[in-house]
């Protein structure tokens, strides 16, 4: 296997010193998740990543990216020396970028940043070697990560970048040196810290500042802030690409068609007619998927070809997954469908999880109760400022809830939702997961759709795990 850094090349990136010879086929930042071959990088976090290299070591690790000699390491352990661990990891990231010949596509927004690069890598990799990462790693540290473990015959990559608060992303962009930059959405999220909409839209916009010149923007055109996005890729020079449902996208989408676990799409590309269909339900991942094809066509790639890969892409575990579960071993027709997406949660992606609930069809007749239901167990949306109680309140009136039989509420936030719903559908409210993990044996039946959505500090993985032990996967599915 092509050594991904031999010492010499790591050293030379970093200003760092080799105590041994090394080649490394990849990085980890987490001990736990080391392979045969890894170079761990001493990050310090919670706890200081120098206490945790020898356990690297022992569990493969060919190398160690550290500050100073970690306590316990073999004494002929491989070290690369550098003065600053995340300095150095971000200098690794800009020499791999600078040795590679990729073309590369950064993706952020409010709403859909990691479906959207998870399906460019669908995309891509049918057309040549693509490096993304396997996670949410959009980050300070997982943008310069995913960079420095891109391999050297990559032909293109899909970058997430994501943000808390202003000036994280042009940073990253411009690490990533872009040929393609994305903005999936506008919408409130981070509120707490961004004083609006605009603000957050003139942030997600500093991806642009990355791009390379003669790159594409691909920018939402349905977004309210759409002026904002705009005014940024003109100023720039950037060649603008437009998707979504406005009359004057490039990507338009006509109609979206909901069934149970498939989207298919009706669009236009410049008037010219465009249809696919992604093997998960959902109205946003098809403009998700617009800006993807549109990138497809921005990389000069085959059009057909990327649209038919599109049909590959699944949901990742916790943003929107469908599995049936059996509740009884031997009478196996007694099922309930969960729909998983207690990753992460803003209003535009609760509105969204909403809709496709509200699209899925329940199994009359197999259950306690007469009907299947369609329930929701929503959690906490976070980070949302001083407007979070009626953001959270305002989720009462979404359309979608007329197709919903019972709302679940689970932390204080969500509290402000409970006490706007109607009475018909006001389930129970609970302060915390495991409160209401504790009940789900008595809130479902067999025939039940049921969508577990929050933020992921709201634990609402919890319940889907407590859902989850009720049943088992049919005969026959993974």
Known sequence: MTPLWTHDEAAAATGGRATRPFAVTGLSIDSREIAA???????????????????????????????????????????????????????????????????????????GKTSTKDMLRAVLSGQGPTHAAERSFNNHWGVPLTLARMPRDTAF???????????????????????????????????????SVEGIAREKATILDGLEPGGTAILPRDAGTWPILAAKAHALGARLVTFGTHPEADWRCVEVRLSEDTTVVRAEARGAPVLFRLMSAGRHFAANALAVLATAEALGLDPALAAADLGRWRPPPGRGTRERLVLDPVEDHLTIDLIDDAFNANPASMAAALEVLAATAPQDGIGRTARGRRIAILGDMLELGPTEAALHAAIARHPALAEVATVHCVGPRMRHLWEALPAARRGEWHETADALAQRVHHLIDAGDVILVKGSKSSHLSRVVDAIRKLGQAPAGEA
Request: hydrophobic share 60%; charged share 20%.
């Open 37 to 111: 071959g890894d170079m761990f990088v001493a990050l310090a976090a919670a706890r200081d990543g120098h206490d945790f290299a020898a356990a690297a070591f022992a569990r493969g690790a060919a190398a160690a990216l550290v500050s100073r000699v970690p306590p316990g390491v073999p004494a002929e352990a491989p070290l690369l020396v550098v003065p600053d661990v995340p300095a150095a990891l971000e200098a690794l990231a800009r020499a791999a970028r600078a040795r590679s010949a990729a073309k590369v596509a950064g993706v952020t927004g409010s709403v």
């Open 157 to 195: 990559a899909a970058i997430e970048i994501g943000m808390n608060r202003p000036g994280e992303i042009a940073p990253l962009a411009r690490l990533a040196r872009l040929h393609v930059a994305i903005v999936t959405a506008v919408a409130e999220a981070h509120l707490e810290a961004f004083d």
